[in-house]
């Protein structure tokens, strides 16, 4: 069963081949095979994810109408909030918190009768780009246990390869979904900036995060989207646009649409085994019909800079909140309210939380601001035009997701910049606030290999639609770690 997709099982109980209490048993049996080997998982809830199962059996044996997510197993990264389950961020500092309330993605998975199985390992605060962060445990890539599954949604991603989850939720503030999608094989989607609601996602850089779904494949992506996307009056940067039905954007033909490749995505330091698969995927696409044109993105090369400083400046004051006083980890001893603050966050934070707090803070402090924030602010509104600009020539943007393969354990984690770069061909998309999809195109020695696809504003329905072709014409959407 665990091979099998979203929609597949989904076809299964409809049938009434199988009960989705014995769908949700398979799926704990699963994770109880393989996840000592992965560690994608810091918690499960299994009393609460049978209940749930049980409960939507006895609406289907009643012939009451459920919704497509209704009775099937899926997980949550352990920084989006679940009402009675820790959210602890995978940081000492947040060890014992107990989430109050449902983000609203819970929320709307809730009412769509989603069996919530438990929560998902990550970097520290969604900081990192390859699941070693976490205070807890690290998490490994399916196909390779000893590389990385990317970051910071690694458990995310490597739940759905290993077959421990259906589909899961991610968080992406600068790759974090499409980079962990592309070193596992899987279909990671990071939607337009306000399409899917925060309110409930504990915040790293404000402007930047999205919550997103990972999947098996484009079928299911859409099928999740539908649920999870839409206005939130909770969230104030919540766009009020309608949610259409994406799956009336699969099976469809992209004969005519315009694919731009931007030429400076293509330069030094992209692997050449990778620019050799994306090369193919934009052969297969013009085999389909789609029309290929070079495009230039020359404020591409500002965009690490501008989002090492932002990110890091939004870190820096959201993360302030963590002072050992009103909730989370506390110093057991100290002299005075500063002495407090100080030892409470020096040793509830790892390093590399500590690293973005204290770039950010530098960043900000008076003498810095207008040199450093300031500037960046500046910046991205010059990133924001030229994505506008290039998307009133093409329909879609195609680049490469990382400029390699999954990089073994401990590789570059005494070496911050080259750990950074991993999200080079990612981050410019969070800046911009446009939606972009990372989809299977390939493998390089057994590994897997994403191909990105970057969309305007609001126009996930055009990703899927050209992603779907490009997984029907190929399908490496099939192929699972042999774990």
């Known amino acids: 069963m665990h091979t099998k997709t979203l929609h597949e099982v989904k076809e299964l109980i409809n049938k009434k081949e199988i009960s989705c209490v014995e769908l949700t048993k398979s799926t704990f049996d699963r994770i109880s095979k393989v996840d000592d080997k992965i560690g994608a998982y810091l918690q499960l809830d299994e009393e609460g994810a049978l209940k749930k199962a049980r409960e939507v059996d006895e609406k289907i044996q009643r012939g009451e109408e459920t919704s497509f997510l209704a009775g099937i197993p899926m997980a949550i990264k352990d920084n989006i909030c679940v009402e009675g389950l820790k959210t602890t961020c995978a940081s000492k500092i947040l060890e014992n918190f107990v989430a109050p309330y449902d983000a609203h993605v819970t929320k709307k998975l809730k009412e769509n009768d989603a069996v919530i199985i438990g929560k998902l390992n990550m970097d520290e605060f969604a900081m990192g780009s390859s699941s070693e962060n976490s205070a807890f445990k690290k998490v490994k890539n399916p196909f390779d246990l000893e590389r990385?599954?990317?970051?910071?949604?690694?458990g995310s991603a490597a739940a759905v390869a290993a077959g421990e989850a259906y589909y899961t939720l991610g968080s992406d503030t600068g790759g974090s979904i499409r980079q962990p999608a592309s070193l596992?094989?899987?279909?990671?989607?990071?939607?337009t900036y306000g399409r899917i609601s925060r309110y409930g996602l504990v915040a790293f850089a404000s402007s930047l995060d999205q919550i997103g779904p990972f999947t098996k494949d484009v079928e299911d992506c859409a099928h999740v989207l539908?649920?999870?996307?839409g206005h939130d009056s909770m969230d104030s940067t919540s766009a009020k646009v309608e949610v259409e039905d994406y799956t009336k954007y699969l099976n469809q033909d992209i004969k005519g649409m315009k694919i731009g490749i931007p030429k400076e995505y293509f330069a030094e330091g992209l692997n050449p085994e990778i620019r050799g698969i994306i090369e193919n995927g934009i052969e297969v696409l013009k085999k389909l019909g789609a029309e290929i044109k070079e495009i230039s993105l020359p404020m591409s090369k500002y965009a690490l800079a501008v989002y090492y400083i932002l990110a890091s400046s939004e870190a820096s004051s959201n993360l302030a909140r963590f002072d050992g006083i009103r909730y989370g980890f506390r110093a057991e001893d100290f002299e005075d309210v500063v002495d407090l603050y100080v030892k409470s966050r020096s040793q509830g934070f790892g390093d590399e939380v500590k690293r973005r707090i204290m770039l950010g803070t530098y960043a900000l402090s008076a003498g810095y601001y207008d040199a450093y924030y300031k500037k960046?602010?500046?910046?991205?509104?010059?990133?924001i035009q030229e994505y506008k600009k290039a998307f009133e020539e093409v329909d879609v943007i195609l680049t490469p997701t990382s400029p390699?393969?999954?990089?073994?354990l401990g590789e570059?984690?005494?070496n911050p910049l080259e750990m950074y770069l991993s999200d080079i061909y990612t981050v410019p998309i969070n800046i911009a606030g446009v939606p972009a999809i990372s989809i299977p195109a390939g493998f390089v020695d057994g590994l897997p290999v994403g191909m990105q696809l970057i969309g305007d504003y609001f126009k996930e329905g055009t990703l899927l639609k050209v992603s779907h072709a490009f997984e029907r014409e190929t399908e490496f959407t099939k192929v699972k770690p042999s774990i």
């Not at 990385?148 to 949604?153: A, M």
């Not at 539908?226 to 996307?229: M, P, R």
């Not at 960046?376 to 990133?383: G, Q």
């Not at 390699?404 to 073994?408: E, I, P």
Request: hydrophobic letters at 45%; charged letters at 15%; glycine letters at 14%.
């Open 148 to 154: 990385v599954p990317g970051g910071s949604s690694g």
């Open 412 to 414: 570059k984690s005494n």
């Open 404 to 408: 390699t393969v999954a990089f073994k």
């Open 226 to 229: 539908n649920v999870i996307a």
């Open 184 to 191: 596992c094989g899987v279909v990671g989607l990071k939607p």
């Open 376 to 383: 960046a602010l500046k910046v991205r509104t010059l990133i």
